[in-house]
């Protein structure tokens, strides 16, 4: 029984996240958690992992669900989508093995309800940092949806707004247990500080916007199958391409990830740059072959030159495949050869006038790698994508809004343009002021405004280090508590 209790908290808390949003949810699921960590105390250890597998299952189980989608694309390899289960069951496994040492180490070192959001927390920057692959997980998407979240986001950081908002959550919990006024007072005079703090700032910010420059933006959304072109849909592709550019007199054309149809060998694009106009440039993501190694890349052309960035973060089993030689049926998902990571500077300028900090795929998720001392200065952020590899429900959804906390994070403007959607220009507020729908093949031109935002990324770490005081306090106070 307790276990179908365990696996309905997990299931709850799936639902606050994107795409569904359920927010208030999470102040019925995160102070039962809270409760179910009482009874636990009184329960062998062995149900601390228990607790722990059973609720990832819950919660993970749906959440990465999406990873199925690209086994089932091809007939090859539709026999082997237990792979993604099995996934599934190792990240849980993890999930339930840090919960399980966390319960016992801090258990009487830490009231239940700071005891929860350090758990949660722990478990996603372990997931992040030292899984490959899988900094997916992050509990800020929880409000990505709403406009004080993502201020916090801003100023704070994705882990200490993640953990911040669990507290909040958790804190029906701490009234529940916690019927001295004074107590009761002190966490809701926390919460209202850091609410009107980051409010204020938030409007005085705004307030304070100075226009910087524009561009006249066209993003192309093309919609294109994953499944191998011919000729002459190649040749079709090609055209559309050239079509988008001579139809518009946008300063930059925007497609997604490898929509440049043909692999590029040479950066000779005459042609292309034969119908851009003085003052247009184009960037669209492509195959590029150097030598015997390829690249996934995005391409910059205007009049004057081509520059190229190369991926430098790759999907395992998607851009490369560990021990290729024992798994070959993985080759009709990654390719017949591994791709190379590049080597270039994240950072791009056109025209020598705007500079941006170009983002290709899902390396959107690592944001401690995208930011530094050589672009935090950048003008905005451009990031192309192919999400087709992710179904039709939760995948392009998450990635989505992971990709528009980046936008706030960073305190930059980005450009987002999906092979299938979801395409978006979004503000340095994380605001969405114009997108296009998923697997439709749209065009949108808009006026792309920004400023020289200065990133607050810098000082995140400052808040991260009072998190950190404040639980080693809290685990002071418990102990000499506990020693009484």
């Known amino acids: 029984m307790n276990t179908i209790?365990?696996?309905?908290?997990?299931?709850?808390?799936?639902?606050?996240?994107?795409?569904?949003?359920?927010?208030?949810?999470?102040?019925?699921?995160?102070?039962?958690?809270?409760?179910?960590?009482?009874?636990?105390?009184?329960?062998?250890k062995k149900n601390y992992f228990i607790f722990?597998?059973?609720?990832?299952?819950?919660?993970?189980?749906?959440?990465?669900?999406?990873?199925?989608?690209?086994?089932?694309?091809?007939?090859?390899?539709?026999n082997y989508s237990f792979l993604?289960?099995?996934?599934?069951?190792?990240?849980?496994?993890?999930?339930?093995?840090?919960?399980?040492?966390?319960?016992?180490?801090?258990?009487?070192?830490?009231?239940?309800?700071?005891?929860?959001?350090?758990?949660?927390?722990?478990?996603?920057?372990?997931?992040?940092?030292?899984i490959y692959g899988f900094p997916w997980l992050t509990f800020s998407l929880i409000i990505s949806n709403l406009e004080f979240g993502l201020s916090l986001i801003k100023?704070?950081?994705?882990?200490?707004?993640?953990?911040?908002?669990?507290?909040?959550?958790?804190?029906?919990?701490?009234?529940i247990k916690n019927s001295k006024i004074q107590k009761i007072i002190f966490i809701f005079s926390f919460f209202f500080i850091i609410f009107i703090s980051i409010t204020l700032t938030q409007n005085y910010f705004n307030k304070n916007k100075i226009e910087y420059d524009s561009l006249k933006?066209?993003?192309?959304?093309?919609?294109?199958?994953?499944?191998?072109?011919?000729?002459?849909?190649?040749?079709?592709?090609?055209?559309?391409?050239?079509?988008?550019?001579?139809?518009?007199?946008?300063?930059?054309i925007i497609f997604g990830e490898n929509n440049y149809p043909y692999l590029i060998e040479s950066l000779n694009f005459s042609k292309i740059q034969s119908i851009l106009n003085e003052n247009q440039t184009i960037i669209f993501g492509g195959t590029r072959k150097d030598s015997k190694q390829f690249y996934n890349s995005l391409l910059l052309i205007n009049k004057k030159e081509v520059k190229k960035f190369d991926k430098k973060i790759l999907v395992p089993f998607g851009e490369f495949v560990p021990l290729r030689k024992y798994i070959q049926f993985m080759n009709k998902i990654a390719g017949p050869n591994d791709f190379t990571s590049g080597s270039d500077k994240r950072i791009i300028s056109i025209n020598n006038q705007y500079n941006f900090i170009p983002i290709i795929c899902y390396e959107m998720i690592f944001y401690w790698k995208?930011?530094?001392?050589?672009?935090?200065?950048?003008?905005?952020?451009?990031?192309?994508?192919?999400?087709?590899?992710?179904?039709?429900?939760?995948?392009?959804?998450?990635?989505?809004?992971?990709?528009?906390?980046?936008?706030?994070?960073?305190?930059?403007?980005?450009?987002?343009?999906?092979?299938?959607?979801?395409?978006?220009?979004?503000?340095?507020?994380?605001?969405?002021?114009?997108?296009?729908?998923?697997?439709?093949?749209s065009e949108l031109e808009y006026k792309f405004k920004f400023n020289k935002n200065?990133?607050?990324?810098?000082?995140?770490?400052?808040?991260?280090?009072?998190?950190?005081?404040?639980?080693?306090?809290?685990?002071?106070?418990?102990?000499?508590?506990?020693?009484?």
């Open 5 to 44: 209790k365990y696996l309905i908290l997990g299931i709850g808390t799936f639902l606050t996240f994107p795409p569904f949003f359920i927010t208030p949810l999470a102040f019925i699921i995160f102070p039962l958690i809270c409760l179910e960590f009482d009874k636990l105390e009184k329960l062998s």
């Open 454 to 484: 200065k990133t607050y990324y810098f000082i995140h770490k400052y808040f991260l280090l009072t998190l950190l005081l404040i639980f080693i306090a809290v685990i002071i106070f418990q102990y000499k508590q506990y020693k009484k």
């Open 370 to 441: 995208l930011i530094n001392k050589i672009n935090y200065d950048s003008d905005f952020i451009i990031n192309i994508t192919n999400d087709i590899w992710f179904g039709n429900y939760i995948g392009p959804y998450q990635h989505f809004y992971l990709t528009k906390i980046r936008a706030s994070e960073f305190n930059k403007p980005l450009i987002r343009v999906s092979n299938n959607g979801i395409s978006a220009i979004i503000d340095n507020n994380a605001q969405i002021l114009k997108n296009t729908e998923l697997n439709k093949y």
């Open 52 to 78: 722990g597998f059973t609720f990832a299952l819950g919660f993970l189980g749906l959440y990465f669900l999406w990873m199925i989608n690209p086994f089932l694309v091809f007939e090859e390899t539709k």
């Open 155 to 175: 100023f704070t950081g994705t882990i200490f707004t993640g953990t911040f908002i669990l507290l909040l959550f958790c804190t029906p919990y701490y009234i």
């Open 84 to 130: 993604s289960i099995i996934l599934i069951l190792i990240i849980s496994l993890i999930f339930a093995s840090i919960f399980y040492l966390c319960k016992i180490i801090f258990n009487t070192l830490i009231p239940n309800y700071f005891l929860v959001p350090l758990i949660f927390i722990i478990i996603e920057i372990f997931i992040s940092r030292f």
């Open 217 to 252: 933006v066209k993003i192309v959304q093309m919609n294109n199958s994953i499944y191998t072109y011919e000729n002459l849909t190649l040749s079709k592709t090609y055209n559309q391409i050239l079509d988008s550019i001579k139809n518009t007199k946008a300063d930059l």
